[in-house]
Nanobody
Framework: QVQVVESGGGLVQAGGSLRLSCAASGSIFSLNAMGWYRQAPGKQRELVAVITSGGSTNYGDSVKGRFTISRDNAKNTVYLQMNSLKPEDTGVYYC???????????????WGQGTQVTVSS
């Protein structure tokens, strides 16, 4: 009953930009944080960026200075602006929502299906 849906992926040349969007919907009492993780073929999933409901951010080392995460709390939506893209940024980008379904429930992570980002050289 909680849905997390990403959009905005695609094919872009090195040096270009993309903006990803992710919306969480359904039974949500409290959305504590949203973020982006990515996974390239043959590699483990890694942190890209996370933002809390209060606006604190955390970025993976490989994207610092190039990517910016932001959110619209009213819409339960998070954005990832990706600039100066490199071929090594290629992968499936997954949106994560850390939330409470009820005020008494434990915090839980919900994941989107992923959106493909391909950066050509």
């Amino acid at each position: 009953q909680v849905q997390v849906v990403e959009s905005g992926g695609g094919l872009v040349q090195a040096g270009g930009s993309l903006r990803l969007s992710c919306a969480a919907s359904g039974s949500i009492f409290s959305l504590n944080a949203m973020g982006w993780y990515r996974q390239a073929p043959g590699k483990q999933r890694e942190l890209v960026a996370v933002i809390t409901s209060g606006g604190s951010t955390n970025y993976g080392d490989s994207v610092k200075g190039r990517f910016t995460i932001s959110r619209d709390n009213a819409k339960n939506t998070v954005y990832l602006q990706m600039n100066s893209l490199k071929p090594e940024d290629t992968g499936v980008y997954y949106c994560n929502a850390r939330l409470l379904v009820r005020h008494w429930s434990p915090e839980y992570d919900y994941w989107g299906q992923g959106t493909q980002v391909t950066v050509s050289s």
